[in-house]
């Protein structure tokens, strides 16, 4: 089954608008990755957040973590046309680092 | 330092033919990922391997499917005797491994759209 969930499933915006993504993960975690990935293209590493932290930012991406609640956020601030991609979120799994995806959210960010 | 290469970007096969996906992973990478991703879906970790070793392949289908990782030359995921549900994006990704140091991210290569017809 599905280790991280994300919601919204799609979120269309409008250029320099916030967009804001979840994700949502079953067992426990050492930590939490974002991922993007462009049209037909391969997987972009975003951003890592480690379990012990609450919140991280990178540039215009900022990336909460919950333990408690077994959820993460994904906000992206003042979006760009070119932020217009799927995001995933994914936890290793198995002690060897592989990587569970949820489904992904898909982001339009409209001129 | 080139990233994650993998070939041929794009293959089409018949049903019942071989299917063979090639992954080099980043230089100094040891550890090697397959996943496997349908349309409008995440990805789905299919077989985890280290150099010529597979470590974990939990998630690769029972038949048909193999991949290797010789001491010498690309990572292989073979798929044989092709269906048309085999069709999907095949990621690669590397990582330089747990004992040199802490390193949880994966680099993920351009993919591989097979096409089965």
């Known amino acids: 089954s599905q280790q991280g969930e994300e919601d919204p499933q799609a979120l269309s915006i409008q250029e320099g608008e916030n967009a804001t993504m979840n994700c949502s993960y079953k067992t426990s975690i050492n930590n939490l990755q974002w991922y993007r990935q462009n049209s037909g293209r391969g997987l972009v590493h975003l951003i890592l957040?480690?379990?012990?932290?609450r919140e991280k930012h990178s540039g215009r991406l900022r990336v909460t973590l919950d333990t408690s609640k077994k959820s993460s956020s994904l906000l992206i601030t003042a979006s760009r046309a070119a932020d217009t991609a799927s995001y995933f979120c994914?936890?290793?799994?198995?002690?060897?680092?592989?990587?569970?995806f949820g489904a992904g959210t898909r982001l339009a960010v409209h001129p | 330092n080139a990233g994650v290469m993998q070939n041929p970007r794009h293959l089409v096969r018949r049903r019942g033919q071989e299917a063979r996906l090639r992954c080099s992973p980043m230089?100094?990478?040891?550890?090697v990922y397959w996943y496997r991703q349908l349309p409008e879906e995440g990805l789905k970790f299919m077989v985890y391997l280290q150099k010529e070793n597979i470590i974990d392949e939990s998630g690769m289908p029972k038949e048909r499917f193999s991949a290797e990782f010789p001491k010498e030359g690309p990572s292989i995921l073979r798929i044989q005797q092709v269906v048309r549900g085999d069709s999907a994006a095949y990621f690669c990704?590397?990582?330089?491994?747990?004992?040199?140091?802490?390193?949880?991210?994966?680099?993920f290569g351009p993919g591989t759209r097979l096409t089965v017809t």
């Open positions: 990704a590397s990582s330089p491994g747990l004992r040199t140091r802490p390193s949880y991210e994966q680099y």
């Open positions: 957040i480690r379990s012990n932290e």
């Open positions: 994914a936890t290793p799994s198995g002690g060897y680092n592989k990587l569970i």
């Open positions: 230089k100094g990478h040891s550890h």
